[in-house]
Structures are given as C-alpha cells and as structure tokens.
C-alpha cells in the first residue's frame, strides 16, 4: 500500500528472511518514493537502496540454487543451504566468505561453484560495503505519509510532519546514491589504512583537526561532491547520524535525554519538534570522547559532566554531556549550535518575537549610546536578541566581545566592522581570577562598545558596573525571572551599590511560551530604571512595553507614548 511518498510494508523488516523478500521483491516502490518497513521498529530506505536488496536477494537465490546440487558432499554448499531461512544479511555474509576464501587459494575441491558465485553482479561487494550502503533510517512508529520536502541540506530532504499537535522534523538521505555510498566506504577505507601507515603521535584529537585532515587525505584519493565529502568524513567519525542537525542552521539546539532514543530539538522557525535522529550509545560515546578533548578534560566516574565548544567548517556548537552516576537512565545529551547566519531583527519580527515599533525604539536607544541587559529564564532567547542588537551597530564603532567557555556572539569582521572577541572562561577559582583581570582590561583598550555574553557570579556584576560605571556601553545577558528581581539580585547577592544600579540602560525582558506544545520566544516586557540622585532604596522601573496576555503582543504602554511625543 502506497500512501504519498511513502510505499509502505507493514509487519516486515528490511533484513528479512529471504523467502520472505521474495514475495514482496515483485512489490517494486514507484519513482522517487521512500520504503517504509512498518514492524517493531519503523525502517525507512530510499528506492535505489530497496533495488539494490532486491539485487543481493537475487543472487542468493542464484546461489542456493547452485550449492543445493552440491549439499551432499561439501561443507561449504550444506552450511549455506541450511542457512536458507535465516536473514538475507547473514545469508550473504557466509555465501560471500566463501566466495573471499577462493580469491585467497582456500579453494573448494568438492564443490566447484565458488568460480561461478564470484561471477554474480552483488557479490563483488563486501558485507561492510552492503551494510554501509543498505544501512536503514530508524524513524519513529506510525507514519503514514511524508508529503513532500519541506527543504533540503545537501545531502538530506528535510521532511515536517505534523501529527497530533505535534512537529516531526525529518531528514531523509536522499542524495547519495547506493553507489556514492559505496565509494564513501571505501574511500574511508582507505583514509583509515593510509593514517595507520603514515601518522606518529603526536596526532589531532579534537574533532575539527581531525575533520580537516581526513578531508586532506581523502582528496588525495579522490575528489567527492561536497555533500558527500562531509558524508564520508562524518562517518569517519561515527557522527553521521547527527550529521543533519549539525549542519542544518535551522536547528538551534537539540537534545537526547538517554540513548537508544530520538533526539527533539529547537527549530529556528517551527520551535520545538520531534525527530526521526536516532541516538545510539555509540554515537553518544563518540561525541562525549570529542567534548572531552575539545575541554581538555577527562569524563569518568568522578567527572560525569562535560562542557565543550567543538567547531569545525560545518557548524560550531556547546557540547553539555551528563553522564552516569551523575544522570541516572543513561548518558544525555545537549547541543546547542551557533547560527552561521544570525537572527536579524527581520526575522525576530517576522517569527512574532517582538513587534516593529518597539524595535524601532530599541534602535533608537542603540544609537543614543544606550546599555542593554537583557534577562529571561533560560532558553527564552535572550542571546539571539542580544546578537540582533549587536549587528545593529555601527561599522565605525570599536567593540570587544567578551564570553564565557564557549562562544555565543558571532564574528562580524566580512560585515566591515571593528570587532574583538576575548574568551575569559569560568570554572574554577584560577579561571574567574583570569576572566576578571580580563574585564578590568577593557577600561584601558577604549572600546566604545562591549558585548558581554552572560553575567554569572559576583565577580561578572562588579566588572560589568566598573565598565558603565566608566561610560562604556555595554550589551549583556543574565538570568532573572523580573526586572525587580535583577535588581534585588545586583543589590543584595552580588552587592552591587543602589546608587550603581542607575548606570543601567534598558532592560529587556524574554520568556519561553509553549504554544500548542511548541515553544515560542517573545520579548515581554521593555524598561527603564526610574533615576534618583540619592536612591535610598532599589530604584524602580518604568515600563515602555509591556506583555498583553489578552491580545499575545507586546504593547505600548502610556510612558512610552508620552515620550513618543515630540517636545
């Protein structure tokens, strides 16, 4: 039975039995339409790849024909034959060690179809290379159609499916052929056996070095499209199965709670979503063993958190691993990537993050030299707004961009501006005495701008009130469930002196709506701290913009209207 894209069988597997693959092999998929295998678990192969088992099917059938004559008196033809109803990989794997064992000299004197099998068209491939090639996509139970591709990232078709008030993103490989795969394998292969021979330690383990080399290597051997250059590198490394979330810029961030799951992650434009990535333990285990290199710190027993930054051509992103004891059904994942193309403010309007006119006054405060603290729980979006603003800035204007262990701000050197960005790390007691030293720095550098990523501790507030304490802008994230609480938090967590919490500018709140179970990020609330020369108290906030729940847009409020009004 066919429904839109999708041929579908029910109750079967791809690694069938033979048998029973020759009662559907004459079921053939029609142009251009996915397979799916509808059992326990739900496979998904494209039509090139279900021919090609159709051909391997066939020559097994060929080739049971030709041992059955011979079963009586020779090992080699019975074992195959009494093999017959097992499933069609592991039938090919012993027909096809018999076939490699008469290359090597191990001939058959009894049998003598050995000659005759080598000659069979799908036997001239390795088992390795069959299941690189014939390898299905796991996806979740109970689709029934795909449509058509939302988009495409080379070399994947981006499907969304909508089911139950729920978003399914699905990435289906359908850009390479069986035989492009086929070539990737071996040119991994051979990639492997050339750094065997030639590589000494000391060698690259983070993985965009080792990324890159390969990529060195394997252009050496053979020159592949890009899409499935990055195929084969990412296989190199038992990445492959993140590939489509790693080098889609549509996906922000995207997690797995345990492995032996599917992963969900944060689109750009559709919010939350389901996935059809299937995280295995080994995937998990290859991208924990990145991290820890990237951060220079082991993972064991003792250290079962991991934080790193891993950046290679094809994306850069935080790396956040718990693992056991620490996380207690398995090891769990979050991944958090760094648009390669910002959020503009075009988009933050276009997606309802925050309307244009209170835009238009938080330019307008940008221009006038304003600062900006922008706070919210996490995950609401407050980097994205911050990164929005800071390429509003003009090209003349010289900024530092400070941050913590990973990078969040994106470099805007091809856009003509002056930018310096300094990574002042955190973590322990050396660290934070080393991040200080650097944000007491910028009052000697003369910036006339500073982006400051996230305040963390005491020690980012005392800096970042000694920066506007010394009439540098300044741009800044923190976390705070109101702008009263901000306040408090400055004042009496982190000591911060009242009449200090004047010298800031806007504060910008951000929180993380579930809409129909996705979320969806809106700026809520715009203010400014109500000014008095001898505070003797925390100072209030007038509101300019503030959350209408009844309408579900930010809305003017009468002090900004009042400002509004020309003198």
């Known amino acids: 039975m066919r429904d839109g894209s999708l041929k579908i069988y029910r109750n079967l597997d ?36 279900f021919q090609m088992i159709r051909q391997v099917c066939h020559d097994l059938k060929l080739s049971l024909d030709l041992l059955s004559k011979k079963s009586k008196d020779c090992a080699f033809a019975k074992e195959v034959c009494s093999s017959r109803n097992s499933e069609w990989p592991a039938l090919f794997s012993k027909v096809r060690l018999g076939v490699h064992n008469h290359k090597k000299g191990i001939k058959c004197r009894l049998c003598g179809v050995c000659r005759d099998l080598a ?30 591709p939302e988009y495409s990232i080379p070399p994947y078709s981006v499907y969304i499916l909508r089911r139950s008030g729920r978003i ?57 499209s890009a899409p499935a250059e990055n195929f084969a590198l990412y296989s190199s490394v038992g990445l492959v199965d993140l590939l489509p979330l790693l080098i889609d810029d549509n996906v922000g961030e995207f997690y797995a709670d345990s492995p032996r ?56 992103a935080r790396v956040s691993i718990d693992a056991p004891p620490l996380s ?56 994205t707004l911050a990164i929005a603003l800071d390429l509003e800035t003009p090209p003349h204007w ?53 982006f400051f990523g996230e305040v963390l501790s005491e020690s980012d507030s005392r800096a970042l009130f000694q920066i506007l304490a010394s009439g540098i802008r300044c741009i800044h994230t923190v976390h705070a469930p109101s702008g009263e609480g901000l306040l408090r938090r400055f004042a009496y967590q982190h000591h911060i002196p009242l009449l200090s919490l004047s010298d800031l500018g806007v504060l910008v709140q951000m ?31 007038r509101d300019l913009f503030v959350w209408d729940a009844i309408s579900g847009q930010l809305e003017p409020t009468p002090a900004y209207r009042d400002m509004s009004i020309p003198a």
């Not at 209170?358 to 919210?376: C, D, E, Q, T």
Request: glycine share 6%; proline share 6%.
């Open 119 to 148: 000659g069979l068209k799908s036997l001239v491939f390795s088992i390795g290379e069959i299941s690189f090639a014939l390898r299905p996509q796991v996806v979740p139970s109970g689709l029934a159609s795909l449509g058509s």
């Open 261 to 316: 799951t599917f992963a969900y992650i944060d689109h750009r434009e559709l919010g939350r979503c389901e996935s059809s990535v299937w995280v295995s333990p080994g995937v998990i285990e290859r991208l924990l063993a990145f991290s820890a290199s990237s951060s220079g710190r082991a993972s064991d027993y003792l250290n079962p958190q991991i934080k790193a930054s891993i950046k290679t051509n094809e994306f850069h």
């Open 14 to 49: 791809p690694r069938m039995p033979l048998p029973e693959f020759e009662q559907i092999s004459e079921d053939l998929p029609s142009s251009c339409t996915l397979c799916l295998f509808s059992g326990s678990k739900s496979f998904l192969l494209t039509r090139e790849q």
């Open 328 to 383: 207690f059904e398995g090891t769990s994942i979050d991944v958090r990537k760094f648009f390669r193309n910002p959020t503009d403010f075009g988009m933050l309007i276009r997606n309802k993050t925050i309307p244009p006119e209170a835009v238009s006054y938080l330019l307008m405060k940008l221009r006038a030299g304003s600062s900006f603290s922008i706070y919210g729980e996490s995950g609401s979006g407050k980097t």
């Open 168 to 224: 399914v993103y699905i990435p289906v490989l359908s850009g390479l052929a069986v035989e492009e795969r086929i070539r990737s394998f071996r040119l991994i292969r051979k990639v492997r056996k050339y750094e065997e021979r030639r590589l000494k330690p000391p060698f690259s383990i983070e993985l965009g070095k080792v990324i890159e080399e390969r990529r060195a290597i394997l252009r050496e051997f053979s020159k592949l």
């Open 511 to 541: 929180r993380r709506f579930d809409i129909g179970g996705n979320f969806a990020r809106r700026v809520v609330r715009i203010s400014e701290i109500v000014r008095d020369e001898l505070p003797v108290e925390i100072p209030p906030l």
């Open 398 to 450: 010289r900024k530092y961009s400070v941050e913590s262990d990973i990078a969040e701000n994106v470099t805007q050197h091809h856009l003509g501006k002056h930018q310096v960005r300094l990574l002042a790390a955190t973590g322990s007691a050396e660290a934070a005495e080393r991040r200080k030293e650097i944000l007491d720095s910028l009052l000697h550098k003369s910036p006339d701008y500073v």
